[in-house]
């Protein structure tokens, strides 16, 4: 299971951005995937998690602009960013995890066993 992320660039505050992952293969019901964000100096952190079954949770700072979808078909996982703010410029990173049961989602990083490089987002004013 290989992530690899697509769709950032730069985005004026207000706007809208839609990220992607597409995975080298399903990783299967019993697997939940996520987005993580860096800023610069600052921990990696959880924003948005998907279960096997499709159910999604969120960061509480995030909530409300943020949507998360997996397209099975396409083995892509995706993430929408509404409203976008400047403290939404940073790095985000596909992942995924397996093993949990297919009602497992997750924000912590170390539940994750798969990793993408990442796509930069920057927001201007």
């Known amino acids: 299971v290989q992530p690899v992320e697509s769709g950032g660039g730069s985005v004026q505050s207000g706007g809208s951005l839609r990220l992607s992952c597409v995975v080298s293969e399903d990783p299967g019901r019993e697997s939940f995937m996520g987005w993580f964000r860096q800023a610069p100096g600052k921990a990696r952190e959880g924003v948005a998690s998907?279960?096997?079954?499709?159910?999604?949770i969120y960061a509480e700072s995030v909530k409300g602009r943020l949507t998360i979808s997996y397209e099975k078909d396409a083995n892509t996982l995706s993430l929408q960013i509404d409203t976008v703010k400047a403290d939404d410029t940073g790095n985000y990173y596909c992942?995924?995890?397996?093993?949990?049961?297919?009602?497992?989602?997750?924000?912590?990083?170390?539940?994750?066993?798969?990793w993408g490089q990442g796509t930069q987002v920057t927001v201007s004013s």
């Open positions: 992942a995924a995890g397996v093993g949990r049961g297919a009602f497992a989602r997750s924000l912590v990083v170390n539940d994750y066993a798969y």
């Open positions: 998907i279960s096997g079954v499709g159910s999604t």
